[in-house]
C-alpha cells in the first residue's frame, strides 16, 4: 500500500499548492482597480485607440505609467517601457487605373493601391511568379513593373499576404522596378469585402525607400493575368499620400527566482490597440470602444504584471501589449522578427485576444491542446469555477488571425486565451468591431474570473519543472526544434 499512499500525498500537496495559489491571488487583486483601468482604456476619451490618432499616446502612456508602478523592470535596449516602430500611414490615391491589355482596372472596384507613391506612364510587365527570391533571379526589372501572385505557397492568410508584399516590393526596389502589381486570385476570399476594407487608409511597418514603390492589387480571379496577357501596362495614380507614424508596444520584465529557470522566459501578451473611429450605429455613436477587444485582455495582462511583480515566478515574465494588432498583426510582428530577449530564451506565449463572450462558464483557449503545457490552463480556470474549451470557431481561423501566431511561427509554443464563446454568432457579432462594444454592457463579475484565471493559468506555467513544447504532429513542431535545438 506504499506507492498508493505516496501518490494520494502527492496529490493532496499539489492540490493544497494550488488552492494556496489561488486564494493568494484572489486576495491580492484588486477589482475596484482592474476595473477603473478597463473602464479608462475603453473610455471614449481615448478614441478607440487607433494607432493612426493621437489619443493612443494616451494608452501607451497610461499602461506604461501602471508597469512603472508595479516595479515592472524595462527591457535593455528598449525606449523605457516601450519599443518603438516605424510605421507608414497610406491614404489612397484620388484617382487610379491601369490598362493591362485590353482591360481596364480601376482604383476601388478592381484594383487597389496599397501603398507607394503616384505615378503614371506605359511600362513593360515582367512576371516574377509568387515574387520570392528566387522568382527575381535572372530577371531584368529596370524601369518595368513586376507583376506577382499574391502570398505564396501554404502562407495563403491575410497576415501572410500583407507581410509577403512588403517583402516582394523592397525586392523589387532593389531590382530596379517601377512598381509592383499583385494578382489577386484567392476564390476563398470575396474580392469586394477586400475593397471595402482596403480602400482607405491603412497602416504598415516603414519599409524606407521600398514604401515609395508603388504596390498595387487587381483582381484576377480567374487567373487570366499571365503569358500574352502581360505585354505593357498604361497607369495613371494621382493624389496618393504617405506618412510616417511612430508606434510603440508597451513592455517591460519580471525576473524569476529560480537560478537556472529565470533564464527562461514566459511571454504574457495583449494587444492594446482597437478601431478608433468609424461609421455611426443607429444611436450615433461612432467611438468603438473596443472593451471586449482587447482592453479586457490588456487588463489581464497589466494585473498578472502588478501581482507577479510582487510574487515572482520561477521562470521569468516578458510583459507585452502589442499595438496595431488591428492593422495586421503589425506590433507583434516587429518584436519577433526585433525581438528584446533572444526568442530561443521564450518558452512560451500565453496571448490575450478577443472577440467577445456568449457563456460565461467557459474560457475559450485558441490552440487549446496543441502544446504540453496546456493542461496547466484547464486546471487554472477550472480553479475558478470555469471550464477550459478548444476553438468552438474553427471556420474563422483565429489561431492565424492574432499576436499568437507571430511566435508560433517562430516555433514558440503559443495559444491565446480568449472570452467563452462557444460560436462565432449573433451575440458575438453584436459587439464585435461595433461601437456597442463597451464597459457598461460587459458582465464584469464574469471580468474578474477571466482576469484571475489568467494570471493562475501564467503562473502555473511559469513554475512547471518542464519546458513547453508543440504535441508531436503539430504545423509548427519543426519550428519549435530548430528554434531550441530540440
Known amino acids: 500500500m506504499l506507492k498508493p499512499l505516496i501518490t494520494l500525498g502527492l496529490v493532496l500537496t499539489f492540490g493544497t499548492l494550488t488552492f494556496a495559489q489561488k486564494k493568494d491571488i484572489e486576495k491580492k487583486f484588486k477589482a475596484k482597480e482592474a476595473i477603473e483601468d478597463f473602464t479608462y482604456l475603453a473610455s471614449d476619451e481615448l478614441m478607440g485607440r487607433d494607432p493612426a490618432r493621437p489619443e493612443m499616446e494616451l494608452a501607451y502612456t497610461y499602461i506604461a505609467e501602471q508597469l512603472e508602478s508595479y516595479k515592472v523592470m524595462p527591457i535593455p535596449g528598449a ?34 493601391v496599397l501603398d507607394g507613391k503616384s505615378f503614371s506612364g506605359s511600362y513593360e510587365l515582367i512576371d516574377v511568379g509568387f515574387g520570392l527570391e528566387e522568382d527575381f533571379k535572372g530577371k531584368d526589372l529596370k524601369g518595368k513593373i513586376a507583376i506577382a501572385n499574391v502570398g505564396a505557397p501554404n502562407r495563403m492568410n491575410p497576415a501572410d499576404l500583407f507581410s509577403l508584399g512588403g517583402e516582394k516590393t523592397k525586392r523589387a526596389q532593389e531590382a530596379g522596378a517601377v512598381a509592383l502589381i499583385e494578382r489577386f486570385n484567392i476564390p476563398s476570399i ?35 493575368l499571365t503569358g500574352d496577357a502581360l505585354q505593357t501596362t498604361t497607369a495613371q495614380v494621382e493624389g496618393k499620400v504617405n506618412k510616417s507614424v511612430e508606434g510603440k508596444n508597451v513592455i517591460g520584465w519580471i525576473e524569476g527566482t529560480d537560478p537556472v529557470l529565470k533564464n527562461e522566459y514566459v511571454l504574457l501578451s495583449a494587444h492594446y490597440d482597437h478601431v478608433g473611429v468609424g461609421t455611426p450605429d443607429a444611436q450615433g455613436d461612432s467611438i468603438y470602444n473596443g472593451a471586449r477587444d482587447n482592453a479586457v ?66 474560457i475559450t483557449v485558441i490552440g487549446l491542446g496543441r502544446t504540453t503545457a496546456d493542461f ?40 491565446t486565451f480568449s472570452l467563452g464563446f462557444t460560436a462565432f ?62
Open 425 to 486: 454568432d449573433d451575440q458575438i457579432n453584436k459587439y464585435y468591431h461595433k461601437p456597442g462594444d463597451q464597459v457598461d454592457n460587459f458582465d464584469l463579475d464574469y471580468a474578474q474570473i477571466y482576469w484571475k484565471s489568467y494570471i493562475l493559468a501564467a503562473q502555473k506555467i511559469a513554475n512547471w519543472d518542464q519546458q513547453p513544447q508543440w504535441k508531436e504532429g503539430d504545423k509548427y513542431e519543426e519550428a519549435g526544434k530548430q528554434l531550441y535545438g530540440k
Open 190 to 224: 470575396p474580392w469586394q469585402l477586400l475593397s471595402n476594407f482596403l480602400n482607405r487608409t491603412q497602416m504598415t511597418l516603414d519599409q524606407g525607400a521600398a514604401s515609395e514603390l508603388p504596390y498595387l492589387w487587381v483582381e484576377d480571379a480567374k487567373n487570366t
Open 79 to 112: 525606449d523605457g517601457y516601450f519599443q518603438n516602430i516605424p510605421f507608414r500611414m497610406s491614404s489612397p490615391p484620388k484617382s487610379g487605373s491601369i490598362k493591362i491589355g485590353d482591360k481596364t482596372y480601376s482604383q476601388g472596384q478592381n484594383m487597389l
Open 297 to 362: 485582455g490588456t487588463v489581464a495582462v497589466m494585473n498578472a504584471a502588478k501581482y507577479f511583480a510582487k510574487n515572482p515566478p520561477k521562470r521569468s515574465l516578458i510583459i507585452a501589449l502589442w499595438t496595431a494588432e488591428e492593422k495586421g498583426l503589425l506590433g507583434s510582428a516587429y518584436f519577433a522578427n526585433n525581438p528584446l530577449i533572444p526568442l530561443n530564451q521564450i518558452i512560451y506565449n500565453l496571448n490575450i485576444d478577443n472577440g467577445g463572450y456568449n457563456d460565461t462558464s467557459v
Open 376 to 415: 496547466l490552463i484547464e486546471e487554472a480556470v477550472s480553479e475558478f469555477g470555469v471550464k477550459a474549451i478548444a476553438d468552438a470557431a474553427p471556420e474563422q481561423g483565429l489561431y492565424d488571425r492574432s499576436d499568437n501566431v507571430n511566435f508560433a511561427r517562430k516555433g514558440i509554443p503559443a495559444p
